[in-house]
C-alpha cells in the first residue's frame, strides 16, 4: 500500500505540472481544448492526492510500521481515533494533508467556475496547481511520508502525549485548511492581474472564498487557544508564542482585506491596496505552514527540527518576486476612481483600521524572527516574550475596537456634525454609564476600564443599528422575531458583520478579565488541608496513582466550595506515557462557570503525600470561546446568499443621517 501511495505522489505532480502548462498555454492562444485540459488535470491531481492521503491513513490503521512515519508517530496502544490523527501529528504527514486539502479544493473552484470567470479561470488553475507542485516537490523528494524502513518495527513510538487530545481532531486540520483557503483568493488575485482583469469581477469572486478562509483560520486560531488552555497548564491560552504569532498574522491581514475590499466595491478605491494584502495573506500563510513544523524558532507547539527551511523560504521568494512583480507591472492600470474626501467618512476609517491591523502585524513579526535576527548578527538567539507584545500591541488593539463601533456607522464620502450626534450619542451615554458602574464596583485599573467601556460602546452601536432595522419592521406591522429575521435576511453581508463583531467584543472582554483580574496561587497541600482562592475553597483528598494500558498515572481529587457552599469535586492530575516518560502529560482540573474558572495543575508531589498546586482564578474565560462561535456564525450569514428583499412603504420623513432599509 505504501508504495502506491509513492506513485500516486509522482503521477500527482508529473499530473500538475502538465496542468499548469496547459492552462497557461490554452490561455495565452485561447485553445479551450488546452484550458479543459488543464482543468481536467487539476481534477486529476484531486483523486490522486485523495489516494495518497487514504494510503498514508490505512497504513496508519492497520500499523504498517515498515512505514518509518507511521513507526514514529503511532503504536498498537493508541485508540482509533488518535491513531488517524497521527495523520497530520508530524512534518510529512501534515504537508500531505495541506497538499491534499488544497488539491480537493481547488477541483471545487474549478467546478464552481467552469461556466464563469473564463478569462480568469486557466490562470486560477496554473497558479493553484503551481502552489500544489511545490508542496509535491517536497513530498516526493524532501519530506516523504511512504518512507519504507530496512525491517517491520514490531511496534511504534507513539503519539507524542501533549497531542493525545480531543483537540488534536480538529486544531491541526482546520488550522492547516486556514492556511491552505488562502490560496484561492491569491490565485484569483494574480489571475486578474495577469490578465488586466482588474475590475470588481475577481472581488465577487473571491468575496465568499475569503470569507471562508477568514473563518476556517479563525476557527484554528480559537481551537488552538482552547487546546493550550486545558493541556498545556500555565493557565492561559495565549503566550504570544511563534507559532501562535505565524496563525495570527494572517488572519490580522486577512481581516483587513474583508474590509478594505468594501471600499473598492462602493467607491473603486484601494485597488493596488487589495492586491497587497491579498498578496501578504497568502505568503504569510505560507510562512505559517513553515514555522509549525520547521523547529526554525523554538516553540511549545513544535514538535521536531526539519531541513525545509532553505525550499520554503525558497518558495516565498519566488512567490513574492512572481506576485509583485506583476503588482508593479499593472500599478499604472490601477489608479483609484475616487479621493478621499473626508478623514470624517466610513472610508477613512475603515483605511485606519486596515493601517491598525498591519501594525499590529508589523509589531509581531518583528518580535517573532527577532530570536532568528540576533543569532545572526550576535550567534546567541534572544527571545522576545510577552511583554514585548503586550505593551505594543496592546494599546493597538484598543484602537482597533473603538475603530469597529465608529466605522459601520460612519456614512461614505463625508459625515455631517448632526450625523455624528445622532449615531454616536447615544452608545456613548451607555458606554460612560456602564464604565461609571465598573468604577463603582470597584473595578479600577485604567486599561482595563478602557477597554470595557470601548467594548460596551461596540456593543452599544451594533444593537442600535439592529434597532432601528427592526423598529422600521415593526411599524410595517411584523412581529419582533419576524422583524429580527426579515431584517438579517434583508442584507445578510451587513448584519452578519454586525454579529461578526459582537463576536470580537465577546472575546475582547474575556481577554480583557483573564487578563487583568486573574488570581494565581502556588500552595503545597497534605490530604485533607484547604486552600481559598478567590471565592473558591479546595480541599485535597490523598494521591493516587495506576496503571493504564500505554501509561500510569498520579493524580489527586479536590472538593471544592463556591462562596461556602461544597459544588463537587475536580481532579488534576500526571500522566506518564510509554516511551515518554521523561514528558509527563498534565490534565488540568477545570470548573468553568460564566463569571470565572478555576483551574488547578498538580505540579509535583512528595513522599510524604504532599502535592504542589498551580491553582488560577480566570475571569470570564467562557466568553472567549462563546464569543468564537457568534463569530463563527455571524461569518456564515455574511456568506449566505442575500434573498430578494421584499419591499414595504416607510412613510415617515427621512432625516439626515438615517439609513433606510429596503425591506
Wanted: glycine fraction near 8%; charged fraction near 10%; hydrophobic fraction near 50%.
Amino acid at each position: 500500500m505504501a508504495d502506491l501511495g509513492t506513485i500516486a505522489l509522482l503521477v500527482a505532480v508529473a499530473a500538475a505540472l502538465y496542468g499548469i502548462i496547459a492552462s497557461a498555454l490554452g490561455a495565452a492562444r485561447h485553445n479551450p481544448t488546452l484550458v479543459r485540459s488543464g482543468r481536467n488535470a487539476a481534477l486529476s491531481v484531486s483523486v490522486l492526492m485523495v489516494i495518497a492521503a487514504a494510503v498514508l491513513v490505512y497504513s496508519f490503521v492497520t500499523h504498517d510500521f515498515s512505514v518509518e512515519y507511521v513507526a514514529e508517530h503511532s503504536s498498537r496502544e493508541m485508540p482509533l481515533s488518535m491513531t488517524i490523527a497521527s495523520f497530520y501529528s508530524g512534518q510529512q504527514g501534515s504537508l500531505l494533508y495541506w497538499a491534499t486539502a488544497l488539491a480537493v479544493y481547488t477541483g471545487i473552484v474549478v467546478l464552481q467556475n467552469r461556466r464563469r470567470n473564463l478569462t480568469l479561470m486557466p490562470y486560477v488553475t496554473a497558479i493553484l496547481l503551481g502552489v500544489e507542485t511545490f508542496f509535491l516537490l517536497m513530498l516526493n523528494f524532501v519530506s516523504n511520508p511512504f518512507t519504507r524502513l530496512p525491517f517491520t518495527a514490531p511496534n511504534g513510538l507513539g503519539l507524542n502525549p501533549l497531542l493525545e487530545d480531543p483537540g488534536m481532531l480538529m486544531h491541526p486540520p482546520v488550522l492547516l485548511g486556514g492556511y491552505m483557503s488562502w490560496s484561492v483568493p491569491f490565485a484569483f488575485a494574480m489571475a486578474a492581474l495577469i490578465t488586466g482583469q482588474l475590475g470588481t469581477e475577481w472581488i465577487r469572486t473571491t468575496r465568499k472564498y475569503a470569507l471562508f478562509a477568514w473563518a476556517v483560520l479563525g476557527a484554528g486560531n480559537l481551537l488552538g487557544m482552547w487546546w493550550a488552555y486545558h493541556v498545556l497548564g500555565w493557565g492561559g491560552y495565549w503566550g504570544w508564542d511563534p507559532v501562535e504569532n505565524a496563525a495570527l498574522m494572517p488572519w490580522l491581514v486577512g481581516t483587513a482585506y474583508v474590509h478594505s475590499v468594501m471600499i473598492q466595491e462602493r467607491r473603486g478605491m484601494l485597488k493596488v491596496w487589495n492586491l497587497a494584502l491579498i498578496i501578504i495573506t497568502f505568503n504569510l500563510s505560507i510562512f505559517g505552514t513553515f514555522i509549525v513544523r520547521s523547529g526554525v524558532l523554538s516553540s511549545v507547539h513544535s514538535f521536531a527540527e526539519s531541513a525545509l527551511g532553505p525550499y520554503f523560504f525558497s518558495f516565498l521568494a519566488l512567490s513574492l518576486v512572481f506576485s509583485l512583480g506583476w503588482l508593479f507591472y499593472r500599478m499604472p492600470e490601477l489608479r483609484g476612481e475616487h479621493e478621499f474626501e473626508s478623514p470624517l467618512s466610513r472610508e477613512a476609517s475603515f483605511l485606519l483600521n486596515n493601517l491598525i491591523l498591519l501594525g499590529i502585524v508589523v509589531a509581531t513579526f518583528w518580535g517573532s524572527i527577532f530570536p532568528l535576527v540576533t543569532e545572526a548578527i550576535q550567534g546567541v538567539k534572544i527571545t522576545v516574550g510577552p511583554p514585548f507584545f503586550q505593551h505594543v500591541d496592546g494599546p493597538l488593539f484598543l484602537v482597533l475596537i473603538a475603530l469597529m463601533g465608529i466605522g459601520p456607522l460612519m456614512p461614505w464620502r463625508r459625515a455631517s456634525t448632526k450625523t455624528l450626534r445622532r449615531n454616536f450619542g447615544v452608545p456613548l451615554a451607555i458606554a460612560l454609564f456602564a464604565t461609571a458602574v465598573l468604577l463603582a464596583a470597584g473595578i479600577r485599573q485604567a486599561p482595563a476600564d478602557l477597554a470595557l467601556f470601548l467594548c460596551t460602546f461596540v456593543l452599544a452601536t451594533t444593537i442600535q443599528e439592529f434597532i432601528w432595522g427592526i423598529r422600521v419592521r415593526l411599524r410595517a406591522g411584523q412581529n419582533p422575531f419576524t422583524a429580527a429575521v426579515n431584517l438579517i435576511r434583508s442584507n445578510r453581508r451587513r448584519y452578519g458583520g454586525y454579529v461578526v463583531h459582537i463576536g470580537i467584543i465577546l472575546i475582547a472582554i474575556a481577554v480583557t478579565g483573564s487578563q487583568f483580574y486573574q488570581i494565581e496561587v502556588n500552595t503545597v497541600l497534605k490530604p485533607g488541608q484547604m486552600v481559598s482562592v478567590g471565592r473558591y475553597d479546595l480541599i485535597m483528598s490523598p494521591l493516587q496513582e495506576a496503571a493504564f494500558p500505554g501509561y500510569r498515572q498520579v493524580w489527586t481529587d479536590l472538593g471544592v466550595r463556591q462562596d461556602g457552599h461544597f459544588i463537587g469535586t475536580i481532579r488534576a492530575a500526571k500522566q506518564f506515557h510509554v516511551n515518554f516518560e521523561t514528558e509527563p502529560n498534565t490534565k488540568i482540573a477545570l470548573l468553568s462557570t460564566p463569571l470565572d474558572d478555576l483551574y488547578v495543575v498538580l505540579a509535583g508531589w512528595q513522599q510524604d503525600g504532599s502535592a504542589s498546586l498551580f491553582i488560577f482564578v480566570n475571569p470570564l474565560v467562557m466568553w472567549l470561546w462563546v464569543g468564537g462561535v457568534v463569530l463563527l456564525i455571524g461569518t456564515l450569514i455574511a456568506m449566505w446568499p442575500d434573498a430578494e428583499p421584499a419591499r414595504v412603504a416607510v412613510t415617515r420623513p427621512v432625516r439626515e443621517g438615517v439609513r433606510v432599509e429596503a425591506i
